[in-house]
């Protein structure tokens, strides 16, 4: 299940991992997405030229 949702409403850990990792790239979505018991940020970004995903944890630990 995802959930579109503002950088705002992300824990502080999980706001300040997917912001270090984003340097240099445009914001475009960030959702909140529930898979099974699992919990965690996704964060689309543009970074020269190229949309990327960055996915943490509510602790700002990576997400495969």
Request: proline share 3%; net charge negative.
């Amino acid at each position: 299940d995802e959930q579109q949702t503002t950088l705002q409403d992300v824990p502080a850990a999980a706001r300040a991992a997917i912001e270090k990792a984003a340097t240099g790239g445009k914001l475009t979505l960030v959702e909140k997405v529930i898979e099974g018991s699992s919990l965690f940020y996704e964060r689309h970004i543009t970074k020269g030229g190229k949309e990327l995903e960055i996915k943490v944890d509510a602790n700002g630990k990576p997400v495969e």
